[in-house]
């Protein structure tokens, strides 16, 4: 072929840096975490159906951030609740920024995620109300279901199983239980929130500093 005419010659496209791509490797990072941070972490990421490690790379990667977080945490000791140790998967990019802000402001690196991980208090919360707002609407939309059944029974009583209108609501309840069960799976998967506390993370970070 002649590469005058491979139209792949023509295209101008961005260099990624060497560096820019080494900070998107993954590494594995351990933290003695409370149980309330673990689970805050773990909540959010399960109930939005997001990668934990995408999680914890949105609220450690922005150094700006941390750096206001850090200059709240300075020379700060971590009060003596349980923690755990945990390992993540983060970006290589998102454990320098811990690494730097906590040495430059003599912030602990675990709570530099703790306190991070505070960030997702407003999420949770307005999910944990969205939560028990759906479970009210489902309530309704099993009781239009249940009456949609039992209708079709009616006509299948009434007009038997070959008429046509009884073929066109069955069709409809087919799909109406598709959607049904559905609405039901993605309640059930949010169940995960319903017993998460935020005001004990809050009151675990509000006794951090001396």
């Known amino acids: ?22 900070g998107r490797q ?14 805050a972490i773990s909540i959010v990421a399960a109930h939005l159906g997001i990668k934990q490690k995408s999680l914890f790379d949105h609220l450690v990667e922005d150094i700006n951030t941390l750096n206001s977080i850090a200059g709240e945490l300075s020379n700060v000791s971590l009060r003596n609740y349980s923690r755990v140790q945990k390992t993540y998967v983060i970006s290589r990019k998102s454990l320098y920024s811990l690494d730097e802000v906590s040495k430059s402001h003599n912030a602990p690196r675990d709570a530099l995620v703790e306190y991070s991980v505070q960030r997702l208090l407003p999420v949770i919360i307005n999910e944990q109300k ?24 009616k006509l299948e009583n009434t007009l038997g199983h070959e008429d046509p209108l009884f073929g066109r609501l069955e069709t409809l309840m087919t799909h109406y239980r598709n959607t049904y069960d559905g609405m039901r799976a993605f309640i059930e998967k949010g169940k995960i929130i319903e017993d998460f506390q935020p005001e004990i993370l809050r009151r675990i970070l509000s006794t951090t500093k001396k």
Request: aromatic fraction near 4%; hydrophobic fraction near 40%; charge should be positive.
């Open 130 to 153: 969205k939560h028990e707002a759906r479970k009210k609407i489902m309530s309704a939309v099993a009781n239009h279901f249940n009456n949609g059944q039992a209708l079709l029974k």
């Open 1 to 22: 072929m002649d590469d005058d005419n491979d139209w792949t010659m023509n295209l101008s496209l961005p260099r990624a840096r060497t560096s820019e791509l080494r």
């Open 26 to 39: 993954s590494v594995r990072a351990t933290f003695k975490l409370t149980e309330a941070c673990i689970g």
